[in-house]
């Protein structure tokens, strides 16, 4: 269940919430476009859709116990994402697959459960999406959990950064 929305099963979910993803990104675009501005969609990486190895201590943050109540959804919408990604090229909107960025890395990149990296992780990230001859935006880093995830889990200030 999702506020004030009920789905059969966890696909139908996943579903709705790509193509949300999916609708987001085309009207994103369509504003930018119309203010001159570039615009890039980017799929960020997570830890519940990765083939990354975690050490035993970012595991301890980057998957709470219990575990945190969206990660079983996560798999599956960003599959359907990614299938879907094909919809914003076609549009010409420039899309970056980002699942796998953190993917080499071994250091701890994540500071919390609910997919919210620290400032390592964004300068990876800033690298990748800031380098090449590509217009691109920028990438603020957020030095503690947005609001909506504040209530998921509360990672110490050593973890952030």
Known sequence: MMQGRSFANDDALADYLANVWLRGGIATAAI?????????????????????TFSPEEAKLAFSEPPWKGSKIVSPTYQKMLDRSGELTKRGIVFLDLTGEFNPFSEQLYFDACCHFNKRGYEILLREVGGGDRQRGPIAYRAAPPPHCSNFF??????RS
């Open 32 to 52: 930018a476009t119309a203010i001159g501005a570039p615009y890039t969609h980017a799929i960020q990486p997570n830890q519940y859709f990765v083939g990354r």
């Open 154 to 159: 509360r990672a110490s200030d050593s973890a």
